[in-house]
């Protein structure tokens, strides 16, 4: 089977961007799932029922997040629909859950999605998190999405499951790093994958309000940049029966 999974869809500008190129992805590349991180995919930042369903629409079977889950209190009940999911990590007290199980009658697809805590929130320790979930979960194709600052802290966490899940892809930096891989001869694995928005900016945003709050110190709220979009993401190659990652492709779409 193949899932192509893609990197941190910024505002409406990033959501039209799918719309256009995914349905000609997908076909290209005849994908199974998509999985998308939508968690900046609303003008500003988060996730509200607007942005998620231009997910949707786009080809997302499942929505993953990140620390901006709950950046907007008047859509948490986007976390009803379980294909929509948040760092696990938050606690059962959150709204939602942080992972979602697919039925595709000849097999089952697992989604995962964590959250880092180096430079970050101070949640639950992602490791242990992991590990409570893996005891419940049905299959053996695993998707990790974790959403996290450190390399060094992925990097970990993707020699941690090794050989236990099929693939931990991180997200939240949205620049996609050079190391796509295959841990242990089971598991794929890259840093970050990256973004979608427009590529003439500083991670999506406008890069003279970000140089100038950067070099000025000047109290200015962030806006979506505009101009032309690419896609950051991932192509992976899995058996079901046995939930190995045989093969681990970088994409870059503009």
């Known amino acids: 089977m193949k899932l192509l999974f893609i990197g941190d869809v910024v505002g409406n500008i990033g959501c039209q961007f799918l719309r256009k190129r995914l349905p000609q992805l997908k076909h290209q590349y005849q994908t199974d799932v998509v999985i998308i991180n939508g968690e900046n995919s609303a003008d500003g930042n988060g996730i509200t029922s607007f942005s998620a369903q231009?997910?949707?629409q786009a080809g997302a079977d499942v929505i993953t997040t990140g620390n901006h889950a709950f950046q907007r209190k008047s859509d948490f009940r986007i976390y009803e629909n379980s294909t929509i999911i948040r760092p696990a990590n938050?606690?059962?007290?959150?709204?939602?859950n942080g992972f979602t199980v697919l039925d595709f009658g000849n097999c089952q697809i697992a989604v995962i999605n964590l959250a880092g805590v180096l430079f970050m929130e101070a949640l639950e320790n992602p490791f242990d998190t992991i590990d409570s979930i893996l005891s419940s979960i049905p299959t053996k194709n695993i998707f990790v999405d974790f959403h996290a600052e450190a390399?060094?802290?992925?990097?970990?966490m993707g020699f941690y499951?090794?050989?236990?899940?099929?693939?931990?892809?991180?997200?939240?930096?949205?620049?996609?790093?050079?190391?796509a891989c295959i841990l242990s001869d089971h598991t794929g694995y890259i840093t970050d994958?990256?973004?979608t928005g427009a590529e003439n900016s500083v991670l999506g945003m406008d890069k003279k309000i970000a140089l100038d709050r950067m070099h000025l110190h000047l109290p200015l709220r962030y806006r979506e940049a505009t101009g032309n979009c690419?896609?950051?993401?991932v192509l992976l190659d899995f058996d079901q029966k046995c939930g190995k990652c045989t093969k681990i492709t970088s994409l870059i779409v503009r």
């Not at 938050?90 to 939602?96: I, L, W």
């Not at 390399?151 to 970990?156: D, I, L």
């Open 151 to 156: 390399t060094s802290e992925k990097k970990a």
């Open 54 to 56: 231009q997910l949707f």
């Open 193 to 195: 994958v990256g973004m």
């Open 90 to 96: 938050y606690g059962d007290a959150c709204p939602g």
């Open 161 to 179: 499951l090794a050989q236990r899940v099929t693939a931990v892809l991180g997200t939240h930096t949205h620049v996609q790093t050079a190391d």
């Open 230 to 233: 690419w896609m950051n993401a």
